[in-house]
């Protein structure tokens, strides 16, 4: 026991020994709180006071789930696997499945991740005649989310105005759309976890009994319903100890509400946190760096966070002259960490919006760096990989509706759009699935081509009945048809093809807990992973994701690239006081995932849509105090003391040519006007008569003006 427990200091030590009743450990990044719980979990089966099925452990990402299955499993002679440690959607799939009649689904349910969620969304639009432009998917889709996360079911909701109505009757049809179909989205796990638990009573006892000790982690940001979740299974006997910070609470946008630190401590009686504020992650420039930023934010909970590490290296500054560059930059310094002996899975590049890992991507190809994205287009998300899982699916059950009108006509048999809009007309009268429809379609060429589609499914599911989850996904390649579509244009699909031979691959190395549900657990596992599963599995790769996804994560070497107004903060956050603030919690998360070298890149001009912008500097780069920066680039300029005086940073964006679209004026040229005074021409929007300049003045700042009224001269 010693050994587990030498090396905590006394508050690390006071968390992971608390008597066996409810505790939040408040503390900031890298003070411990994800080792103390994974201890505490050791510890508590160590010494006899639970066994492993009486935990309860939920973490924010499968990544961290399998990272703390590893450390535990060091830690004490346990079979992690058949733990219950996974993160929240994870652990209400596997209840699910355990309870599938219960909660009045078929027992091979599948799950609709958010594309395919936004897909099922089209799809009842269309079949009740609902204008997309006026309901669009995407907003549909907010609303039945943050419902559902919310704990509303659309019964229970009422609205005055007939916009609002609409919305509620569209989340009425879309629950019966799915449950028609057998299929459930992320939210639904959790909704339909919480009412099974909260209806029937005998069950709910039963694990309230058996998970003495829940333990979880960021609890920061969890949202109303995984709190109340969270709260029916701790019920008043069981032991919740909850770990978080409020200072890295980044998904309000999705519902997350940091006051559930404050319900915890009232709910559970707890008399008030457990603090931790020795770092051991960072060095001390870092650190400091973090807590000069974070410090910005108001009605923060209070944190002091110090470290035992020396100052460390000073904190790398580069402003690049393009995206480009940044991205050269950034391999270029990759590689000489290399040469100096870093590995590279231990460097993590981090972004704030998926897109930008494009212009880094190419660059790492070029480089011929092996690099790992987190988040992006998945291994799991790839449109050939998506056809053979939807087979896949057809096979475990031929009425997910989805799947079948994925693959119906891929490859290409024949059944043209209006086939299908005759299934769908059968499937709403009759209240059938498409597939009962196609099975019950009459005679006629229309009828043949279904007929034969059935058939192959049919055939599908009667050869594979025997065979292992790998021979069945080989069998259905070939059956398909889809192998040989993609082999008749080898050229382009070279890839593709390689994807679906790592697709059996993943399928041999997937070994399910019950055999013969060996199909759907796999399909489960597909849509729970998609975001963290690559390819080139054991192979050292830099690590690439957005500072989302790096939450928790620790990494010797780190770059936060694109530091721009705009773009990190995002402009969404612009008008919005409590969005800003957010934007910096998530500063202080990226920055506070570096234990060793830390750098901060931005571009004086990106390509953002196919446009080339020219953005200037974020504020969080001012915000870290200036002696602890070593400037890299050439180009940068001092730091700006105020907001007002960017300009600096603008006054020479990559040349370009007076043009005549604009009026003779050109991107990138000085330029004053009347009342403004002096600025910079940063963008450009319009043409013809109607011409807007974008303009940054060095003493009001961003301007958009009118090239038909402004008085603008050349400086
Ligand atoms: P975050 O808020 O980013 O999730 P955290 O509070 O969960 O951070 P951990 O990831 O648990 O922090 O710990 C940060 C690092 O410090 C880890 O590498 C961990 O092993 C190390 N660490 C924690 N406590 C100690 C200790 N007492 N002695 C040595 N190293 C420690
Ligand atoms: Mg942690």
Same mark, same amino acid.
């Given at each position: ?11 690390? @030590? ?32 160590? =010494? ?26 060091? %830690? ?50 269309? !079949? ?54 057998? &299929?459930?989205?992320?939210?639904? @796990? ?5 009412? &099974? ?89 870092? $650190? ?28 790398? $500054? ?73 087979? @896949? ?11 079948? @009108? ?12 209006? =086939? ?33 589609? &059935?058939?192959?499914?049919?055939? $599908?599911?009667?050869? =594979? ?6 021979? =069945? ?11 040989? %579509? ?37 399909? !489960? ?47 969404? !956050? ?12 998530? %500063? ?128």
């Amino acid at each position: 026991m010693s050994d587990l427990l030498s090396g905590l200091n006394p508050e690390q @030590l006071s968390a992971v020994t608390w008597p066996a009743k409810s505790a939040l450990v408040l503390a900031g990044a890298g003070s411990g709180k994800t080792r103390v719980l994974t201890t505490r979990i050791a510890w508590l089966i160590q =010494t006899g006071q639970v066994s492993p099925a009486g935990i309860l452990a939920v973490t924010f990402t499968n990544k961290a789930a399998r990272e703390m299955q590893t450390r535990l499993g060091a %830690m004490i002679p346990v079979n992690v696997k058949t733990m219950w440690i996974g993160t929240f959607h994870g652990l209400c799939n596997r209840f699910l499945r355990a309870h599938y009649r219960d909660a009045g689904l078929p027992s091979t349910f599948q799950i609709l991740d958010s594309a395919d969620q936004q897909a099922a969304i089209k799809r009842l639009l269309k !079949s009740l005649d609902v204008s997309d432009e006026k309901f669009p998917p995407r907003a549909v889709q907010n609303f039945i989310n943050g419902n559902k996360e919310s704990g509303v079911r659309a019964d229970a909701l009422s609205a005055h105005d007939a916009y609002t109505k609409k919305l509620i009757e569209l989340y009425a049809a879309y629950d019966a759309q799915c449950q028609r179909e057998g &299929v459930v989205d992320f939210a639904e @796990l959790l909704l339909r976890s919480y009412e &099974v638990l909260s209806r029937n009573a005998a069950l709910a006892e039963h694990y309230k009994s058996r998970f003495r000790f829940i333990l979880v982690d960021e609890f920061q940001d969890t949202n109303r319903l995984q709190y109340a979740w969270l709260k029916l299974l701790a019920g008043r006997d069981n032991a919740l100890f909850a770990v978080g910070d409020d200072d890295q609470s980044i998904y309000a946008f999705r519902g997350a509400e940091v006051g559930n630190m404050r319900s915890l401590l009232v709910d559970f009686g707890i008399d008030g946190p457990v603090r931790l504020e020795q770092n051991y992650r960072s060095a001390g420039n870092i $650190l400091t760096a973090a807590n000069a930023l974070i410090e910005k934010n108001d009605g923060r909970l209070g944190k002091n966070l110090w470290t035992e590490a020396g100052e460390g290296e000073p904190i790398r $500054l580069y402003d690049a002259y393009s995206d480009g560059d940044e991205a050269e930059f950034i391999c270029d310094e990759v590689k000489a960490l290399q040469r100096d002996g870093w590995r590279l899975s231990d460097i993590a590049v981090l972004y704030r919006s998926n897109a930008q890992s494009r212009a880094l991507e190419h660059a790492l190809v070029n480089a011929k760096l092996p690099y790992r994205v987190y988040g992006g287009l998945r291994f799991f998300e790839r449109q050939e990989i998506k056809h053979a899982l939807a087979y @896949l699916r057809l096979i475990a059950n031929p009425d997910d509706d989805n799947a079948l @009108l994925r693959v119906i006509n891929i490859p290409a048999r024949g059944i043209g759009a209006r =086939t299908v809009e005759g299934l769908q007309a059968a499937s709403r009268e009759q209240g059938i699935s498409l597939w009962q429809a196609a099975c019950a379609s009459g005679s006629g060429r229309a009828a043949a081509s279904l007929g034969k589609f &059935v058939l192959l499914i049919d055939q $599908l599911r009667a050869r =594979t009945s025997t065979l292992n989850l790998a021979e =069945t996904v080989s069998l259905l390649l070939d059956d398909s048809g889809l192998k040989a %579509m993609y082999e008749a244009d080898k050229k382009e699909s070279e890839e593709r093809l390689a994807n679906l031979d790592e697709l059996i691959n993943a399928a041999a190395g997937f070994f399910p807990q019950d055999p013969e549900q060996a199909v759907v657990e796999f399909l !489960s596992a597909a849509s729970l992973e998609a975001g963290e599963h690559q390819a080139e599995a054991g192979q050292d790769a830099l690590q690439l994701m957005t500072v989302h996804a790096a939450k928790g994560l620790e990494f010797d070497a780190v770059f936060v690239s694109g530091l721009e107004e705009g773009l990190f903060p995002h402009e969404n !956050s612009f008008n919005d006081p409590k969005g800003l603030e957010e934007e910096r919690r998530l %500063m202080y998360v990226a920055v506070t995932r570096a234990r060793k070298r830390l750098y901060l890149s931005s571009a004086q001009s990106r390509m953002l849509h196919g446009l080339s912008r020219y953005p200037i500097r974020s504020r969080f780069v001012d915000e870290v105090p200036g002696q602890l920066l070593h400037v890299l680039s050439a180009t940068v300029k001092p730091l700006p003391v105020s907001h007002n005086a960017r300009a600096p940073w603008l006054e020479q964006p990559p040349p370009s040519r007076p043009s005549a679209n604009l009026k003779g004026f050109a991107i990138g040229q000085s330029v004053t006007h009347a009342k403004f005074g002096l600025g910079v021409v940063i963008d450009a929007e319009g043409g013809g008569d109607d011409v807007r300049l974008h303009i940054n003045f060095a003493e009001h700042g961003l301007k958009w003006l009118d090239l038909r009224y402004a008085k603008l001269s050349a400086a």
